[in-house]
């Protein structure tokens, strides 16, 4: 059985490496990368985020 479940609706975090500095980020929350942009922690550089269309989350009941 599968759901689709809206990003803004999820909680989840991602990590991400800079392509400008190659610093990695982490923790970068699904709602900030939903609007399109990223910031760097380090170097500050501001980028476009593409081809975040889907994301796939398999999960375990016990």
């Known amino acids: ?3 689709t479940v ?4 999820f909680d989840v ?3 991400f ?6 610093y990695l980020n982490e923790e970068v ?3 900030d990368l939903s609007s ?4 760097c922690g380090m170097c500050e550089t ?4 593409e ?7 398999t999960a375990n009941i016990d």
């Open 51 to 57: 081809g975040l269309d889907a994301v796939k989350v």
């Open 36 to 39: 399109g942009n990223a910031e």
């Open 13 to 15: 975090a991602f990590s």
């Open 6 to 9: 809206e990003l803004e609706d």
């Open 29 to 31: 929350s699904a709602k």
């Open 17 to 22: 490496k800079c392509p400008k500095c190659d």
């Open 46 to 49: 501001v980028f476009r985020v």
């Open 1 to 3: 059985m599968a759901e």
